[in-house]
């Protein structure tokens, strides 16, 4: 694989970014909850008949308490859309546009940070129509893929853009559909958000309900409608019930007229009565046909059952997964269901079915501890990982005790995958230990104090305590220099020449070039991809015109980068021409060198300047006519010029036999090949001048077509011939040679290494060359480093044809973020993090927060450096560049820096996932543990944050970002200002 296949593209980015689980039909969400057949037929079908009506946009508001089965009809209805199709010949666009489920299990599915950009990855594979437009809008600002980005922005670009392209085309096509699951599970947890108040979580609903409004009032979209369920929680009916989004909002439940008689659809009315009995019965039956001795309930246990469900899927749901528990008798499960109180269970009453669950466990006191660890978790883990995280006392039991509470949660059989409570019922009635009955439940510690000392102890067993991190640091701050700090956001300007994958070292030694240390010990640097860039900028020409640079073009290193496609083309610019007249141009005139530059126009243009004639009068002129590029020249017009002009000199070794014979081949070999070359070569043979040279003129023609039509060269297979023929791809601007089944020979190991040269890059500029960019061969060429090469260099007048727009908005897209942009915006939102935060004064003899004031004291052209060193991927700095000389220690210094962060990181990625989690989550369970804290917990806080806090940052630091750490810190340190100091 290539660097340029390694590198991130921006689809790449957002597939990354979106969040998978949020989609209704995730794996990470199974079982999904679907409507069984036959059940909530009035409630679906008034559903479909709001989605149809395309009068005007819609917020159709489904709300419920919990458990009454508002995702199973989100689910139900999402998989019904997306069966359908927008128009009767499309074959992709469905009608369902996207889906967000939310959950306060998952990180990324708790808050409102990656909404739009989720929807608009599912938008774009539903319509890769817009997909372009996705792009454009990510590369123009790649900080919209940010969490933290504004909401309104998000949607702007990622959302209402892409819409507004499908109006014309679904100007005739049903509504388009979005299904939204559990608002209220919009939460924010993490402390990813800037604080972890209760008023913060319901300002982010609220924003994204009044945004949503907006978005459905934008007069240029095509009509949509919006499916939302959620608890009826106070703020988000407030957030419904505003003046802008009364108009836009269908509330089920509704009251709609039929004949004069009211009729109430509604999630929790009395036909869900029935539809509860058709689910128990549907279970029951299936049951059976695993257990053929299992008797099946009667019609008046079923519908004592119904009604104890209270209306209620998920206590029906639970009810039958109680009973169908593989390791215990189903008809005593019956039993124990069917002898519960006759009272229904409305509202939190659910919660009397979780006591008797619990009190049929061994142990009921420990199972209730193991299953409000497993809600409090802010992420899932698996069985073995939770057992690792509460260590050998607590955890010894876990797996044991949680496979007795299977019908409240999931633990998968596969004790890899993480375990999940079924329903968020289960996360409210651990939340308080007053809904819980049993007696033995109320002495217990908190999970969330179990969970910070199990983090704390883990951490302290497996973070040894070290200094690398501030070691390292203060080693490069050694080499600070009084350099003004630049803006993070200017540096895209001072790296604008990188074209590799942005690696330390190699940042470094440019950053270093361009603020003017050029001395010869990091010459090496110029040969290198990214030195050859930067010497096609204005600050590198006007470099080579300077003494060292005109001394450097005389080492091998400037001969070499001369024979380059950069090199080349620099010699016809006014500099390079000018450089040619220096002593030092015309000692390389008299190189070999000289033959590439003179078959290019640069060379054959100079040859007509008075420089180039005075230079054909040299003896170098002389050896330069037999080469093969010296024949070709002399069929040029400019050739022909000469010959006819300066006849003397011109027949200077040309007057013998063998120049002669020499010559009458190349004719014919110019004649077959270049109908261009063919008629100067014709009209050259009509002159006087050629009669000089051929005395028998008339020879020459009949040989020549004898030749043409023996050797018949547009019939034989390309492929058959040498790479070299590559060559007569350029002088034919119209593909004589590219025939049906001739273009493969590009794709064979001649084909690409010609492509890589002069040869082929010439090419690509007439009109086959870039039809062929266009075809399967050329796009899968562009992904190549030649491919790279050649769009840095010469492909940009191509990317601005219509051919290279397409381009760009298809494959192109990862191509455009090959260099330092995307980089250089994550940098700047560090920096920017970095120079917020506040370190209390009390705190600065601390060695972790030494570390990061001396990663913000550094100048940028080592933070940026040691930024990437410590982001969270790979680079390919494994050894010093070949000849860095010995005493360059700033470059050794961080290559110490870049060799302490891979070692960090390969460290990190070897550990467990339950430490991973405990390094993530320790500071979000310390603060919601119990105040005041006991003394267990205030003495491990103590030590590790007095010995262990720099190695969690080395950790986190390398394999996450220093942004995060910050995120998590800032919470530590309040907490440590309270209780420590």
Same mark, same amino acid.
């Given at each position: 694989?290539?660097?340029?296949?390694?590198?991130?593209?921006?689809?790449?980015?957002?597939?990354?970014? +979106?969040?998978?689980?949020?989609?209704?039909?995730?794996?990470?969400?199974?079982?999904?909850?679907?409507?069984?057949?036959?059940?909530?037929?009035?409630?679906?079908?008034?559903?479909?008949?709001?989605?149809?009506?395309?009068?005007?946009? %819609?917020?159709?508001?489904?709300?419920?308490?919990?458990?009454?089965?508002?995702?199973?009809?989100? $689910? +139900?209805?999402?998989?019904?859309?997306?069966?359908?199709?927008?128009?009767?010949?499309?074959?992709?666009?469905?009608?369902?546009?996207?889906?967000?489920?939310?959950?306060?299990?998952?990180?990324?599915?708790?808050?409102?940070?990656?909404?739009?950009?989720?929807?608009?990855?599912?938008?774009?594979?539903?319509?890769?129509?817009?997909?372009?437009?996705?792009?454009?809008?990510?590369?123009?600002?790649?900080?919209?893929?940010?969490?933290?980005?504004?909401?309104?922005?998000?949607?702007?670009?990622?959302?209402?853009?892409?819409?507004?392209?499908?109006?014309?085309?679904?100007?005739?096509?049903?509504?388009?559909?979005?299904?939204?699951?559990?608002?209220?599970?919009?939460?924010?947890?993490?402390?990813?958000?800037?604080?972890?108040?209760?008023?913060?979580?319901?300002?982010?609903?609220? !924003?994204?309900?009044?945004?949503?409004?907006?978005?459905?009032?934008?007069?240029?979209?095509? /009509?949509?409608?919006?499916?939302?369920?959620?608890?009826?929680?106070?703020?988000?009916?407030?957030?419904?019930?505003?003046?802008?989004?009364?108009?836009?909002?269908?509330?089920?439940?509704?009251?709609?007229?039929?004949?004069?008689?009211?009729?109430?659809?509604?999630?929790?009315?009395? !036909?869900?009565?029935?539809?509860?009995?058709?689910?128990?019965?549907?279970?029951?039956?299936?049951?059976?046909? =695993?257990?053929?001795?299992?008797?099946?309930?009667?019609?008046?246990?079923?519908?004592?059952?119904?009604?104890?469900? *209270?209306? &209620? $899927?998920?206590?029906?749901?639970?009810?039958?997964?109680?009973?169908?528990?593989?390791?215990?008798?189903?008809?005593?499960?019956?039993?124990?269901?069917?002898?519960?109180?006759?009272?229904?269970?409305? @509202?939190?009453?659910?919660?009397?079915?979780?006591?008797?669950?619990?009190?049929?466990?061994?142990?009921?006191?420990?199972?209730?501890?193991?299953?409000?660890?497993?809600?409090?978790?802010?992420?899932?883990?698996?069985?073995?990982? /939770?057992?690792?995280?509460?260590?050998?006392?607590?955890? &010894?039991?876990?797996?044991?005790?949680?496979?007795?509470?299977?019908?409240?949660?999931?633990?998968?059989?596969?004790? #890899?995958?993480?375990?999940?409570?079924?329903?968020?019922?289960?996360?409210?009635?651990?939340?308080?230990?007053?809904?819980?009955?049993?007696?033995?439940?109320?002495?217990?510690?908190?999970?969330?104090?179990?969970?910070?000392?199990?983090?704390?102890?883990?951490?302290?067993?497996?973070?040894?305590?070290?200094?690398?991190?501030?070691?390292?640091?203060?080693?490069?701050?050694?080499?600070?220099?009084?350099?003004?700090?630049?803006?993070?956001?200017?540096?895209?300007?001072?790296?604008?020449?990188?074209?590799?994958?942005?690696?330390?070292?190699?940042?470094?030694?440019?950053?270093?070039?361009? %603020?003017?240390?050029?001395?010869?010990?990091?010459?090496?640097?110029?040969?290198?991809?990214?030195?050859?860039?930067?010497?096609?900028?204005?600050?590198?020409? !006007?470099?080579?015109?300077?003494?060292?640079?005109?001394?450097?073009?005389?080492?091998?290193?400037?001969?070499?980068?001369?024979?380059?496609?950069?090199?080349?083309?620099?010699?016809? +610019?006014?500099?390079?021409?000018?450089?040619?007249?220096?002593?030092?141009?015309?000692?390389?005139?008299?190189?070999?060198?000289?033959?590439?530059?003179? =078959?290019?126009?640069?060379?054959?243009?100079?040859?007509?300047?008075?420089?180039?004639?005075?230079?054909?009068?040299?003896?170098?002129?002389?050896?330069?006519?037999?080469?093969?590029?010296?024949?070709?020249?002399?069929?040029?017009?400019? @050739?022909?010029?000469?010959?006819?002009?300066?006849?003397?000199?011109?027949?200077?070794?040309?007057?013998?036999?063998? %120049?002669?014979?020499?010559?009458?081949?190349?004719?014919?070999?110019?004649?077959?090949?270049?109908? *261009?070359?063919?008629?100067?070569?014709?009209?050259?043979?009509?002159?006087?001048?050629?009669?000089?040279?051929?005395?028998?003129?008339?020879?020459?023609?009949?040989?020549?077509?004898?030749?043409?039509? #023996?050797?018949?060269?547009?019939?034989?297979?390309?492929?058959?011939?040498?790479?070299?023929?590559?060559?007569?791809?350029?002088?034919?601007?119209?593909?004589?040679?590219?025939?049906?089944? #001739?273009?493969?020979?590009?794709?064979?190991?001649?084909?690409?290494?010609?492509?890589?040269?002069? *040869?082929?890059?010439?090419?690509?500029?007439?009109?086959?060359?870039?039809?062929?960019?266009?075809?399967?061969?050329?796009?899968?060429?562009?992904?190549?480093?030649?491919?790279?090469?050649?769009?840095? /260099?010469?492909?940009?007048?191509?990317?601005?044809?219509?051919?290279?727009?397409?381009?760009?908005?298809?494959?192109?897209?990862?191509?455009?973020?090959?260099?330092?942009?995307?980089?250089?915006?994550?940098? #700047?939102?560090?920096?920017?993090?970095?120079?917020?935060? /506040?370190?209390?004064?009390?705190?600065?003899?601390?060695?972790?927060?030494?570390?990061?004031?001396?990663?913000?004291?550094?100048?940028?052209?080592?933070?940026?450096?040691?930024?990437?060193?410590?982001?969270?991927?790979?680079?390919?700095?494994?050894?010093?560049?070949?000849?860095?000389?010995?005493?360059?220690?700033?470059?050794?210094?961080?290559?110490?820096?870049? +060799?302490?962060?891979?070692?960090?990181?390969?460290?990190?990625?070897?550990?467990?996932?339950?430490?991973?989690?405990?390094?993530?989550?320790?500071?979000?369970?310390?603060?919601?543990?119990?105040?005041?804290?006991?003394?267990?917990?205030?003495?491990?806080?103590?030590?590790?944050?007095?010995?262990?806090?720099?190695?969690?940052?080395? =950790?986190?630091?390398?394999?996450?970002?220093?942004?995060?750490?910050?995120?998590?810190?800032?919470?530590?340190?309040?907490?440590?200002?309270?209780?420590?100091?």
């Amino acid at each position: 694989m290539t660097s340029y296949q390694a590198v991130e593209g921006t689809w790449e980015k957002l597939s990354q970014v +979106t969040v998978k689980g949020a989609e209704y039909d995730s794996r990470e969400r199974q079982p999904h909850p679907k409507c069984l057949k036959g059940t909530r037929v009035d409630l679906l079908d008034y559903i479909y008949g709001l989605l149809q009506k395309k009068e005007k946009n %819609r917020l159709i508001w489904l709300h419920g308490t919990a458990g009454v089965g508002k995702s199973a009809v989100a $689910f +139900t209805v999402a998989e019904k859309m997306r069966g359908l199709k927008m128009t009767e010949e499309t074959k992709i666009e469905k009608r369902l546009g996207g889906t967000f489920f939310f959950s306060r299990k998952h990180t990324k599915r708790r808050t409102t940070g990656y909404f739009f950009a989720t929807l608009a990855y599912q938008l774009a594979i539903n319509f890769p129509s817009v997909r372009g437009d996705v792009n454009r809008a990510i590369i123009e600002n790649p900080a919209l893929l940010d969490p933290d980005k504004s909401l309104r922005d998000q949607m702007e670009a990622l959302f209402l853009r892409p819409l507004r392209k499908l109006l014309l085309r679904l100007r005739e096509c049903p509504p388009l559909v979005f299904v939204i699951d559990a608002l209220d599970e919009c939460t924010p947890e993490s402390l990813e958000s800037e604080s972890l108040d209760e008023p913060t979580a319901e300002s982010e609903l609220a !924003d994204l309900i009044s945004l949503l409004g907006e978005a459905l009032c934008e007069p240029d979209l095509p /009509i949509i409608h919006i499916l939302l369920t959620s608890r009826p929680e106070e703020h988000i009916r407030k957030a419904m019930q505003t003046e802008e989004m009364r108009p836009l909002v269908c509330e089920i439940p509704v009251k709609t007229s039929g004949k004069g008689v009211a009729a109430t659809i509604s999630l929790d009315g009395a !036909d869900v009565d029935n539809d509860i009995y058709i689910f128990l019965q549907h279970s029951f039956r299936e049951l059976g046909s =695993r257990h053929s001795d299992f008797p099946q309930p009667s019609v008046d246990q079923l519908a004592r059952l119904a009604s104890r469900a *209270g209306r &209620r $899927f998920i206590v029906a749901s639970t009810m039958m997964k109680f009973i169908d528990d593989r390791n215990h008798d189903p008809r005593d499960r019956l039993e124990l269901m069917l002898e519960l109180t006759s009272k229904m269970l409305p @509202g939190t009453e659910v919660y009397k079915l979780y006591d008797r669950i619990l009190s049929t466990c061994a142990d009921p006191t420990l199972a209730y501890l193991h299953l409000s660890v497993v809600a409090a978790l802010t992420d899932p883990l698996p069985l073995s990982q /939770i057992s690792k995280l509460l260590g050998p006392g607590q955890g &010894r039991d876990v797996e044991t005790v949680l496979t007795q509470l299977r019908s409240i949660i999931n633990v998968p059989t596969d004790i #890899s995958l993480p375990v999940n409570i079924y329903h968020s019922s289960v996360r409210d009635y651990v939340s308080h230990r007053s809904n819980c009955s049993l007696r033995q439940v109320r002495y217990i510690a908190s999970p969330h104090s179990l969970l910070a000392l199990s983090s704390f102890r883990l951490m302290m067993q497996d973070l040894p305590d070290r200094t690398a991190l501030l070691d390292a640091l203060s080693e490069l701050k050694k080499h600070s220099q009084a350099t003004q700090p630049q803006d993070p956001k200017n540096m895209k300007d001072s790296l604008s020449f990188i074209v590799q994958s942005p690696d330390p070292l190699q940042v470094l030694i440019g950053l270093l070039w361009v %603020r003017g240390d050029r001395g010869p010990e990091l010459q090496f640097w110029l040969e290198t991809l990214d030195g050859h860039a930067w010497l096609q900028t204005q600050g590198g020409k !006007d470099w080579m015109l300077t003494d060292g640079g005109r001394h450097w073009l005389l080492n091998q290193g400037g001969m070499d980068w001369l024979q380059t496609p950069g090199g080349l083309d620099w010699l016809q +610019t006014p500099g390079g021409l000018d450089w040619l007249q220096t002593p030092g141009g015309l000692d390389w005139l008299q190189t070999p060198a000289i033959k590439v530059w003179l =078959r290019t126009q640069g060379g054959f243009n100079w040859l007509r300047n008075e420089a180039g004639l005075d230079w054909m009068q040299t003896p170098a002129m002389k050896v330069w006519l037999r080469t093969k590029g010296g024949f070709n020249w002399l069929c040029t017009e400019a @050739g022909l010029n000469w010959l006819q002009t300066q006849t003397r000199d011109g027949r200077v070794g040309l007057q013998t036999q063998r %120049r002669r014979n020499q010559l009458h081949v190349l004719a014919m070999y110019v004649w077959m090949e270049s109908s *261009g070359d063919q008629v100067c070569m014709q009209e050259w043979l009509q002159t006087p001048s050629s009669q000089q040279w051929f005395p028998s003129l008339s020879s020459y023609r009949q040989s020549s077509l004898s030749f043409s039509v #023996s050797y018949a060269p547009i019939s034989q297979p390309f492929s058959q011939l040498s790479h070299n023929r590559g060559d007569q791809l350029q002088t034919s601007d119209e593909g004589a040679w590219l025939i049906p089944g #001739s273009l493969h020979w590009l794709q064979t190991l001649d084909g690409r290494e010609w492509m890589q040269y002069r *040869g082929g890059w010439d090419w690509l500029s007439t009109q086959s060359g870039r039809n062929w960019l266009q075809d399967t061969g050329g796009q899968d060429w562009l992904q190549t480093s030649g491919g790279r090469d050649w769009l840095q /260099i010469y492909g940009r007048d191509w990317l601005q044809t219509q051919g290279g727009q397409d381009w760009l908005q298809t494959y192109g897209q990862a191509w455009r973020l090959t260099t330092i942009w995307v980089t250089v915006e994550e940098f #700047s939102s560090t920096s920017e993090a970095v120079r917020e935060y /506040i370190i209390a004064p009390e705190l600065l003899l601390q060695q972790a927060f030494q570390a990061i004031q001396q990663f913000k004291s550094l100048p940028d052209f080592l933070m940026f450096p040691a930024f990437l060193a410590l982001r969270h991927q790979e680079h390919s700095t494994s050894a010093l560049p070949q000849g860095c000389p010995p005493d360059m220690e700033i470059i050794h210094a961080m290559k110490a820096f870049s +060799t302490f962060a891979y070692e960090a990181r390969a460290r990190s990625r070897s550990a467990s996932d339950a430490l991973n989690y405990a390094c993530q989550n320790w500071a979000i369970h310390l603060s919601r543990a119990p105040n005041p804290w006991d003394n267990r917990l205030a003495y491990l806080f103590k030590s590790f944050w007095n010995h262990n806090l720099l190695s969690w940052l080395e =950790r986190q630091w390398s394999l996450r970002d220093l942004h995060s750490c910050l995120i998590i810190l800032s919470e530590g340190q309040k907490l440590a200002m309270e209780h420590l100091l």
